[in-house]
């Protein structure tokens, strides 16, 4: 998936992030709660909201998220290589003005001005968004490129990928399990409209197949992280 072509996009939708952004990427203004965070020292809060991946980055990984800049450009990367991903997803690729155009809409959804106003959610948002697209991508091509009668087969296996990374970004904000499941049913609605048929039960099983197993990584994580970090 990682092509030239595709770092070229990704890298020319970063820039009108930037532009989308810039009096974020250019300011650092603190709500109380952003204070209260920047001074929390216990982050098992996250994992006991069901956000298990969120605490184990703030844990281990970003032990500080209240900081001016990287958490808006970290951000913009996953909002960009995430886009970019699902426009290949729903065969949209080939139409490059289409994508620059729609890409301002996707980028300042409403939705994401509610998230990112609580700074420790800006990373949350970026991986949850870079990863939940992962998931739909995977699961386009599947249904696209191979064999349809071998999905529920050994074939089966290559949709695990799919399932844990869909399984990380719930782990980050359970919506994103919503985002997956809204994209695919996009993913049905413009086959739907290009075939004139309705979806393949081979596709609709790995459809379920991924949200299933999706779930049940996530569970199970949640599970044993809540179990070994002490905050059940």
Same mark, same amino acid.
């Given at each position: 998936?990682?092509?030239?072509?595709?770092?070229? #996009? &990704?890298?020319?939708?970063?820039? @009108? *992030?930037?532009?989308?952004?810039?009096?974020? !990427? +250019?300011?650092?203004?603190? $709500?109380?709660?952003?204070?209260?965070?920047?001074?929390?020292?216990?982050?098992?809060?996250?994992?006991?909201?069901?956000?298990?991946?969120?605490?184990?980055?703030?844990?281990?990984?970003?032990?500080?998220?209240?900081?001016?800049?990287?958490?808006?450009?970290?951000?913009?990367?996953?909002?960009?290589?995430?886009?970019?991903?699902?426009?290949?997803?729903?065969?949209?690729?080939?139409?490059?003005?289409?994508?620059?155009?729609?890409?301002?809409?996707?980028?300042?959804?409403?939705?994401?001005?509610? #998230? &990112?106003?609580?700074?420790?959610? @800006? *990373?949350?948002?970026?991986?949850?968004?870079? !990863? +939940?697209?992962?998931?739909? $991508?995977?699961?386009?091509?599947?249904?696209?490129?191979?064999?349809?009668?071998?999905?529920?087969?050994?074939?089966?296996?290559?949709?695990?990928?799919?399932?844990?990374?869909?399984?990380?970004?719930?782990?980050?904000?359970?919506?994103?399990?919503?985002?997956?499941?809204?994209?695919?049913?996009?993913?049905?609605?413009?086959?739907?409209?290009?075939?004139?048929?309705?979806?393949?039960?081979?596709?609709?099983?790995?459809?379920?197949?991924?949200?299933?197993?999706?779930?049940?990584?996530?569970?199970?994580?949640?599970?044993?992280?809540?179990?070994?970090?002490?905050?059940?």
């Amino acid at each position: 998936m990682i092509t030239e072509e595709r770092i070229t #996009l &990704v890298a020319r939708l970063l820039a @009108i *992030f930037v532009v989308l952004y810039l009096f974020e !990427l +250019t300011n650092f203004t603190l $709500s109380i709660d952003d204070e209260f965070a920047a001074f929390r020292q216990d982050h098992i809060v996250w994992a006991q909201q069901g956000r298990w991946v969120a605490y184990l980055l703030e844990r281990f990984v970003v032990t500080q998220p209240t900081l001016p800049y990287l958490p808006i450009l970290v951000f913009g990367i996953g909002i960009s290589l995430g886009y970019s991903l699902l426009s290949s997803g729903h065969g949209l690729t080939d139409k490059k003005y289409f994508l620059f155009i729609l890409f301002p809409v996707f980028a300042i959804f409403p939705t994401w001005f509610y #998230l &990112v106003s609580f700074r420790p959610n @800006i *990373f949350h948002c970026g991986l949850g968004v870079c !990863l +939940t697209c992962y998931a739909i $991508s995977s699961f386009a091509f599947e249904i696209r490129q191979h064999d349809k009668s071998k999905i529920l087969s050994y074939e089966t296996l290559r949709l695990l990928p799919a399932s844990l990374a869909l399984a990380l970004a719930v782990g980050l904000y359970q919506s994103f399990y919503l985002f997956f499941v809204a994209a695919c049913l996009g993913i049905f609605l413009i086959d739907l409209i290009d075939r004139k048929r309705l979806p393949e039960t081979a596709s609709v099983a790995a459809f379920g197949f991924i949200c299933l197993f999706g779930f049940v990584f996530y569970a199970l994580a949640q599970k044993i992280v809540l179990r070994t970090s002490g905050g059940e």
